[in-house]
């Protein structure tokens, strides 16, 4: 269910979405069409997009339901109709090196960056178990850390920094450079503002 805020872009995009071949849409974003329905995996879970009548389903049980949810559909649905998939070079890029990053970058720090450090900055080991149930690996970096497969193309790198008594937690998001092909540096904040929900689905 969309809620009102999102009702007017959703009904925008529904509407290119069944005008859209399904095939080309695949094609463009690196996603398998068959049976009617898109198909992706989507920090570890199976997710089906079904085509002309946009719905998103999970394939299995125990799928954090903010992957289902009403920002994660919005942000499919523009996925499959504008996001290119192409190959990564390896490297990371922090949010405010993306097209037009420094422009959304304060909202971002906001949104993302500080809410992941309150919500995990204290409780690393909490942090680690709920980024294994994403599909995420630990890594040598910070005080935790862990890479995820937002999508298995589009990856994000979580750093956690626990502070002191003199600095608080810290937190640092990095996106795989072809990310900026897949979504806007808007959408991206919504990325990250996902990944951190489903952490904290996770942890709880």
């Known amino acids: 269910m ?3 805020q999102q009702r007017a872009p959703m009904e925008y995009y529904t509407a290119k979405y069944i005008a859209a071949d399904p095939q080309a849409l695949a094609v463009r974003s690196g996603t398998l069409y068959e049976g009617g329905a898109f198909h992706l995996t989507m920090l570890g879970h199976a997710l089906r997009a079904s085509w002309p009548d946009f719905s998103l389903s999970a394939k299995q049980e125990g799928c954090p339901a903010v992957l289902l949810s009403d920002p994660m559909q919005l942000l499919m649905i523009r996925f499959l109709l504008e996001g290119v998939s192409v190959p990564t070079s390896g490297k990371f890029m922090t949010y405010r090196e993306l097209p037009w990053g420094d422009v959304y970058d ?3 720090q906001g949104r993302c960056v500080r809410r992941l450090a ?3 900055g204290n409780k690393l080991e909490s942090f680690s178990v709920a980024a294994k149930k ?3 690996i630990t890594m040598n970096a910070g005080d935790a850390a862990a890479e995820l497969p937002f999508f298995e193309q589009v990856r994000v790198r979580l750093v956690l920094y626990s502070g002191d008594d003199e600095f608080p937690p810290s937190a640092q998001i990095l996106f795989s450079d072809n990310a900026s092909a897949a979504f806007s540096s808007e959408d991206l904040a919504a990325v990250g503002d996902l990944v951190v ?3 904290k689905a996770c942890a709880n």
Do not use: Q
């Open 134 to 136: 994403l599909a995420g």
């Open 2 to 4: 969309i809620n009102n």
């Open 118 to 120: 309150f919500a995990f």
């Open 197 to 199: 929900s489903a952490l």
């Open 106 to 108: 304060a909202n971002f």
